[in-house]
């Protein structure tokens, strides 16, 4: 079974910073572009940033300019540098390989058990 397993949550002030890791296996990583989705109460799932095979990012305009999605393919790992943190940031924060249907970007695999983070002051 394919296992995703985040790590690196937190409680944190706003304006504080956070630093998620995503591990996998190596089939996952060497040919999946990967996501970092985030969930917090009451709301739907929602993809924040992406990056592909090659290292093409993408990121949603609600953290774009806070936020750098990275991957080490060596590693089977990925991460997510959060900075400038903000109380609406609260969530919890899942990662997920990616698949393309009817133009969007898709999570591919079951879910991990993601990491809670908290912008809190």
């Known amino acids: 079974q394919v296992r995703l397993v985040e790590s690196g949550g937190g409680l944190v002030q706003p304006g504080g910073s956070l630093r998620l890791s995503c591990a996998a296996s190596a089939r996952i990583f060497s040919t999946n572009a990967m996501g970092w989705y985030r969930q917090a109460p009451g709301n739907q799932r929602e993809l924040v940033a992406r990056i592909t095979l090659d290292g093409r990012t993408n990121y949603a305009d609600s953290v774009k300019g806070r936020f750098t999605i990275s991957r080490d393919n060596a590693k089977n790992t990925m991460f997510l540098q959060m900075n400038s943190l903000k109380p609406e940031d609260t969530a919890v924060y899942y990662c997920?390989?990616?698949?393309?249907?009817?133009?969007?970007?898709?999570?591919?695999?079951?879910w991990g058990q993601g990491t809670q983070v908290t912008v809190s002051s």
């Open positions: 997920n390989a990616l698949t393309i249907f009817t133009g969007d970007y898709r999570p591919k695999l079951a």
